[in-house]
């Protein structure tokens, strides 16, 4: 019987594990699908590199359907640091509106004055420390590329929106902070500072922490109105149980929704469309499906344009804000360093991101068996203010590829097709098929008061209706921020982390 069980080390939970591990009065078990690679020596390259992300040997290999009809990867981190220890490591925090408007849903805690302490608390940045917004002694270290160290399209990229007129951010987590300048990015050098490395690698040796990898939790145990603990898939077929006074659901915004329809928590007609008894009715359960939507502007490069693809992929960044729009920042512009095949014409990208998205999409249960993959709709650009702005962010965009020096660099434009026009009726219809995720769903198991007929878990991240059960990953978010999700995720495992650690009793422990 442990007193806290965490299902899923990745973002959220590497971070929960790790603050409330300090405790060392509270039993923790850290439950993971995939494997554990305890130190640097023995973690293989994919994860090591952050120059890109690792994208098949610790993924789940799931699709999801961004625009109706079409079907596309999804990839989601399969191993101990979960997505944090596969991605792109941008380390961007979102608008401070982001986290006044989860407050101002039910949800008081997450103001932006009360988010930001754990946002200080997480990291090491290491360009500016000092300032007040800014942590100097955090797990996860941050850095911005100094201009000497920037690919050529990237340092291009930063020319051109100086000509076209976008000022200068050296700090794009300043929190009013708009304009193009260098991503900070949780590496060091090629390491990928994940939540394995930055949380995990100082707290796996506390005896109060014990971390199973290899351990596909199948469903929660539920008795009488309260979680009593999980069963565990075994290599050999078995289900193993293990016990805990309280189980905290990390397993990411499409798993965790998933996982509690299987254990009998959600839609009372889908559950038992798939055979499974519903516990507690929560119609919230996988609606609120809140992303980036983003479509790309792809650049044959000139030929002898010295294109590498071990070099980082992405370095910079444009926050800025559609005109008209009341949202600060909704659109981000990013450079991406190579495109194509290795072995191909010389390539790049520059990506239209949409950042605050007004229409949502959904996860379903793939079935009642663990290993069947959650269904994804992501609905995107069906909202009409989703369209509009993202297709101003494609026209901007396309000006950056006519803008000196990139314009320089291209010797043709490879998507859109040149030949089929760029007016607005073919940017939207381009949109709406092909917009695909910035891989940062979230919103699935949404938090809010018990008066939400959307919400399932309170602020705190406790289940309503269900005790000895709390979510706390990117699912529990009301809204996607205006920023990569990764920071906010381990914000979200600081916060919790730390009331398990302060108080306990809060939770039943
Ligand atoms: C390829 C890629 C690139 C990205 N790039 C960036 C970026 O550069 N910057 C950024 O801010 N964000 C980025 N993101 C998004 C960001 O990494 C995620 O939003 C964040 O890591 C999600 O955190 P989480 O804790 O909610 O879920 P995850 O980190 O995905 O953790 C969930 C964990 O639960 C485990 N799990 C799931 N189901 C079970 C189960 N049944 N039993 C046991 N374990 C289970 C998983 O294996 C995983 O380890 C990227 C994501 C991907 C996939």
């Known amino acids: 019987m442990f007193d806290i069980l965490i299902v899923g080390a990745g973002s959220s939970g590497a971070a929960i594990a790790a603050r409330a591990s300090e405790n060392p009065n509270l039993s923790i078990c850290l439950v993971e699908a995939g494997p554990d690679y305890p130190d640097l020596s023995r973690t293989p390259r994919d994860l090591i590199n952050s120059h890109n992300n690792s994208y098949t040997d610790h993924d789940w290999k799931f699709r999801y359907e961004p625009t109706t009809g079409r079907s596309v990867a999804f990839p989601r981190g399969r191993v101990v ?36 302490p754990a946002f200080r608390r997480l990291e090491r940045d290491l360009d500016f420390g000092h300032e007040p917004w800014h942590g100097d002694a955090g797990p996860i270290s941050i850095r911005r590329y100094p201009r000497g160290e920037l690919t050529t399209p990237q340092a291009a990229f930063l020319d051109a929106a100086d000509r076209l007129g976008y000022p200068y951010c050296a700090d794009a987590n300043e929190p009013w902070g708009y304009g193009a300048g260098p991503h900070p990015m949780n590496k060091l050098g090629r390491l990928r500072v994940s939540c394995a490395v930055g949380y995990l690698a100082p707290a796996r040796i506390r005896p109060n922490l014990h971390i199973r990898s290899h351990s596909h939790v199948s469903r929660l145990v539920l008795d009488k109105g309260r979680c009593a603990g999980v069963e565990v898939l075994q290599a050999e077929g078995g289900i193993e149980r293990l016990n805990a006074r309280l189980v905290v659901v990390c397993a990411g915004a499409l798993q965790s929704p998933a996982l509690l329809m299987r254990s009998g928590i959600g839609e009372r007609t889908q559950l038992e469309n798939h055979g499974i008894t519903c ?20 650049c044959r490069g000139k030929d002898g344009l010295k294109v590498d693809h071990d070099a980082p992929i992405i370095q910079t960044i444009l926050r800025y804000t559609s005109p008209g729009s009341d949202k600060r920042n909704d659109l981000q512009i990013e450079q991406i360093s190579f495109a194509g095949k290795p072995d191909g014409p010389p390539m790049f990208a520059i990506a239209a991101v949409l950042e605050y998205q007004y229409g949502r999409g959904e996860v ?7 290993l069947t993959a959650p269904i994804v709709h992501n609905r995107f650009c069906e909202d009409e203010r989703d369209l509009k702005r993202l297709v101003g962010c494609m026209r901007d965009t396309l000006g950056f590829a006519a803008t000196s020096p990139l314009a320089d660099m291209t010797h043709s434009i490879s998507f859109p097709d040149p030949a089929r026009g760029t007016d607005d009726a073919t940017l939207e219809t381009l949109c709406r098929r092909f917009s695909a995720s910035g891989y940062h769903p979230c919103g699935t198991v949404k938090m809010g008061p018990e008066n939400d007929p959307l919400a399932v878990v309170d602020q705190y991240g406790r289940c309503h209706g269900v005790d000895g059960l709390v979510i706390a990953d990117a699912s529990i978010m009301p809204s996607v921020p205006r920023a990569n999700t990764n920071l906010t995720c381990i914000m979200i495992g600081e916060k919790v982390g730390e009331w398990l650690r302060t108080r306990p009793t809060a939770y039943g422990l």
């Open 81 to 116: 640091g979960g997505s944090s220890a596969v991605n792109t490591t941008i380390a961007l925090r979102g608008m401070p509106e982001d986290y006044d408007e989860w407050a101002a849903a039910g949800n008081p805690e997450w103001a932006w004055d009360q988010v930001l």
């Open 279 to 298: 516990v507690r009715e929560h119609p919230g359960v996988g609606k609120n499906l809140s992303d980036h939507p983003a479509l790309s502007v792809v």
């Open 364 to 370: 379903l249960l793939g079935g009642a068996d663990p």
